[in-house]
């Protein structure tokens, strides 16, 4: 049974930082294409961040929202079965819980949303 619990929300001021986790279990975790994304009130879901496996071996290329660039920097630690999510310089339009993904094709389709497994999400809450 898979599992991805993140952890690290919480409640900061704008242009602080937090650093999310998200801990997989009941999956190869070195073969799964790994993202962040995120769902602010009234609004869709949207992608944030990934980290995408580029061959055999333990390659993978980081891509990013262009609304975070520069801010936010996903990370993943294959022998901790984890993947990071570095947010700095935050803003009040960071406000939104905050999801990790999990998604094992061979494609970039986990930026368009199109994963194996979600987590429930963690709140991360922005205040001026």
């Known amino acids: 049974q898979v599992q991805l619990v993140e952890s690290g929300g919480g409640l900061v001021q704008a242009g602080g930082s937090l650093r999310l986790s998200c801990a997989a279990s009941g999956l190869v975790f070195s073969t799964y294409n790994m993202g962040w994304f995120r769902q602010a009130p009234g609004k869709e879901r949207e992608f944030v961040a990934a980290t995408i496996r580029g061959g055999p071996f333990t390659y993978y290329t980081d891509s990013y929202a262009e609304s975070v660039k520069g801010r936010f920097t996903i990370s993943r630690d294959n022998a901790k079965n984890t993947v990071y999510l570095q947010m700095n310089s935050l803003k009040l339009d960071d406000t939104a819980v905050y999801y990790c993904?999990?998604?094992?094709?061979?494609?970039?389709?986990?930026?368009?949303?199109?994963?194996?497994?979600w987590g429930r999400g963690t709140q991360v809450i922005v205040s001026s």
């Open positions: 993904a999990a998604d094992r094709s061979s494609s970039s389709r986990i930026k368009v949303g199109i994963v194996d497994y």
